[in-house]
């Protein structure tokens, strides 16, 4: 006799799941942002250049922010990951497939 088996079902709620932003970008990101453009005042002493630098880092922001949320982290923390392949080398890896 084939046994039977419910369908889980677990309540998912959306607000957990997204992302916190400001203005539509991530929250570090645009904390990155407003000190570089608060940088830019800084060194230059510009006003202009300050703005330049908040428009162009909340476009870049919100871009990187609506394709995906996570892609700054993964970029972040990629690089203490030794790499597993590397086209320069010409000897056969060594794979363990478990």
Known sequence: MPETTQKRRNQ???????PLTYMG????LF???AVS???MFNLFNSIIGAVLVFIGG???GHWVTNSDPAFLKILGR?????????????TVPNVEVR
């Open 25 to 28: 970008i991530e929250r570090t």
């Open 78 to 90: 990629s690089e203490k990951f030794k790499l597993r392949y590397d086209a320069a080398k010409q």
């Open 12 to 18: 998912v709620f959306k607000s957990l799941h997204k």
């Open 37 to 39: 453009a608060v940088g």
């Open 31 to 33: 904390f990155m942002i």
């Open 58 to 60: 909340c476009i870049f």
